[in-house]
């Protein structure tokens, strides 16, 4: 039987009724005619939405940089020095906080010194996923070339407004080539070699990376550690750091979804050397994909896997409700964290997140975890962002896996051809959550019901979250029920609507998505909502996100 760290390791080696009652004395029931209610409880923030909750990851890893964001300075696709303007003008739309970068997995086999200096002197070298690229797989996939590095990043970076997390390599470069890279982007002007060679790539002035992994997934492709063992290297490598008058974010490799054992290992020998040794860390990296779709069945990470377009009902409920566990690991990690930092110092950081389904769907043929996204994924990934919405106080930040040509991608591009996916679409709509006061939000709609192999099971029937910016209320509302609509009242305890509009992602096809053929099957649809008495009344379609821009009175 394969697991996600196996499969890693072999590739390269060769209610019945309603929820009211669950909120009974709080919530009143909806008015007649309206079987959901939405009550936002005006007085009761619950912390502010980082905007780097809204982050992306891009990895060395089949088309994600090489045809998806780097198309070259000489290609006749419109870039801007070699990256996809496509691709540029649709994260500056998101408002795109942060990309985390160059891996992943990838992240611990590459040295930051073949991706600097002139391009055409720039080594060519293995990458780390070539073993699992095929012959359709174009040659820049399997030998990389290089062209792509630390300068075109945090150009690209600062093209889209974002910042740059750049995670190091622990298990095969030392030390000192942590520190050489952080003296690279950041020492001053003129100060060190490193910054004179910066200097001759066009950019004087320091880089200021301030978000920087230690590592990734050190449990495997990250190098096999304990998290005893881990946590040792992790003090090493953060001892000291060029700071430059700046801080520097360490992020360090956490859990894979419920390994309890790798946070409670990693905290209890931090803490061992000495409580201070917490203050060195400032996120806790949790990676969670969706996968298993095999009802209980297996726990195979190749047999567990469902497709990505073809798929039915129980299926849609199955991946949903695997996306949703990140909420209770998000519960369960502080948790344990807790107990040796009571404090909580250290924040979480969600840094790969998404479903995951067997190979199939690529819109390029030769993209290896290339998925096409459809409005399945982009109910999962407005679920998962609701999650972080509501869980803002121990979050600092999270990524999507990943950007483009991979697997929960927000864009798909190849050559001249580019799209905005389902999942782009939802980070549009979701945007304006960014630096928002989230605000506790009670959800109660009659609970989906179905078919689980011959067993009755239950999905809940709404839920989203609420923030707010001023006079302006930002609710987003997934109802994941693939046939009936959802007629609700929206309440505002502490506060009353003038007025509001509503943006709605849905198709009658729950399998409805973008292609290049057909780029605007799934696409958002604005609505006014009724508003009567500061209230607001709206019907969310089956199998919809919405964004509901409240105006307040
Ligand atoms: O996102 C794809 C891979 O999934 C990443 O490289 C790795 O960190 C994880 O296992």
Same mark, same amino acid.
């Given at each position: 039987m394969k697991n996600r760290r196996e499969f890693i390791r072999n590739t390269f080696a060769g209610t019945a009724g309603f929820v009211f009652s669950r909120y009974a004395g709080i919530s009143a029931p909806a008015a007649p005619g309206f079987d959901s209610r939405v009550e936002i409880l005006f007085d009761e923030p619950m912390g502010t939405i980082s905007p780097n909750l809204y982050g992306h990851f891009t990895e060395h890893l089949g088309g994600t940089i090489y045809?998806? *964001? $780097?198309?070259?300075? =000489? @290609?006749?696709?419109?870039?801007?020095?070699?990256?996809?303007?496509?691709?540029?003008?649709? %994260?500056?739309?998101?408002?795109?906080? *942060?990309?985390?970068?160059?891996?992943?997995?990838?992240?611990?086999?590459?040295? +930051?010194?073949?991706?600097?200096?002139?391009?055409?002197?720039? /080594?060519?070298r293995t990458n780390f996923w070539m073993d699992a690229e095929n012959d359709k797989s174009p040659v820049s996939h399997k030998y990389d070339p290089n062209e792509f590095g630390t300068n075109e990043f945090v150009h690209f970076c600062r093209l889209i407004g974002?910042?740059?997390?750049?995670?190091?390599?622990?298990?095969?470069? /030392?030390?000192?080539?942590?520190?050489?890279?952080?003296?690279?982007?950041?020492?001053?002007?003129?100060?060190?070699?490193?910054?004179?060679?910066?200097? =001759?790539?066009?950019?004087?002035?320091?880089?200021?990376?301030?978000?920087?992994?230690?590592?990734?997934?050190? +449990?495997?492709?990250?190098?096999?550690?304990?998290?005893?063992?881990?946590?040792?290297?992790?003090?090493?490598?953060?001892? $000291?750091? /060029?700071?430059?008058?700046?801080?520097?974010?360490?992020?360090?490799?956490? /859990?894979? @979804?419920?390994? +309890?054992?790798?946070?409670r290992g990693f905290f209890e020998e931090i803490a061992r050397k000495g409580p201070s040794h917490l203050g060195s860390i400032y996120g806790w990296a949790l990676h969670h994909y969706a996968w298993n779709l095999s009802r209980g069945r297996t726990n195979d990470w190749e047999k567990g896997k469902g497709d990505a377009i073809q798929f039915d009902a129980a299926d849609w409920y199955e991946i949903l409700r695997e996306g949703e566990r990140v909420e209770g690991l998000i519960l369960g990690h502080w948790q344990v964290m807790g107990e040796f930092d009571r404090e909580h110092r250290v924040k979480l950081v969600v840094d790969e997140w998404g479903p995951w389904y067997r190979p199939g769907s690529e819109a390029t043929q030769g993209d290896i975890l290339e998925q096409t996204p459809t409005l399945r994924d982009a109910v999962f990934s407005a679920m998962t962002l609701d999650i972080f919405n509501r869980q803002a106080s121990k979050l600092h930040m999270a990524n999507c896996a990943q950007l483009i040509n991979c697997l929960n991608s927000l864009y798909l591009a190849h050559e001249d051809r580019f799209l905005v996916t389902p999942v782009g679409r939802v980070f549009e709509m979701y945007a304006g959550h960014q630096g928002g006061a989230s605000l506790r939000t009670i959800f109660s709609a009659p609970s989906v019901q179905y078919d689980r192999d011959g067993k009755p099971a239950t999905f809940w029937g709404l839920n989203g979250s609420a923030s707010l910016h001023g006079k302006d209320l930002l609710v987003t509302l997934v109802n994941p029920h693939t046939t009936?609509?959802?007629?609700?009242? *929206?309440?505002?305890?502490?506060?009353?609507?003038? @007025?509001? %509009?509503?943006?709605?992602? @849905?198709?009658?096809?729950?399998?409805a998505r973008n292609t290049f053929d057909n780029q605007e099957a799934v696409v958002p649809q604005k609505k006014e909502s009724v508003v009567r008495n500061g209230i607001v009344f709206h019907t969310f379609p089956a199998a919809s996100v919405t964004a509901l821009c409240i105006r307040l009175a």
């Open positions: 045809d998806g *964001v $780097w198309v070259g300075t =000489k @290609s006749k696709i419109q870039n801007i020095d070699g990256i996809r303007k496509d691709l540029v003008r649709q %994260m500056r739309k998101i408002k795109a906080p *942060v990309v985390r970068y160059p891996g992943g997995c990838f992240a611990d086999s590459y040295d +930051w010194r073949d991706g600097i200096g002139p391009s055409e002197k720039r /080594p060519r974002a910042e740059p997390y750049l995670a190091a390599n622990v298990r095969s470069l /030392p030390a000192s080539e942590f520190y050489r890279w952080v003296e690279y982007c950041n020492s001053p002007a003129g100060s060190t070699s490193l910054a004179e060679e910066r200097a =001759k790539a066009g950019s004087s002035q320091p880089y200021n990376v301030r978000y920087w992994g230690v590592g990734n997934e050190s +449990w495997g492709c990250g190098g096999n550690f304990t998290p005893q063992g881990y946590a040792a290297e992790f003090r090493r490598y953060s001892a $000291w750091l /060029p700071r430059y008058g700046e801080s520097l974010s360490l992020i360090a490799s956490g /859990p894979n @979804s419920d390994d +309890w054992g790798w946070t009936r609509a959802c007629e609700t009242e *929206v309440a505002i305890r502490g506060g009353s609507a003038n @007025s509001a %509009m509503a943006v709605t992602l @849905s198709h009658t096809d729950i399998h």
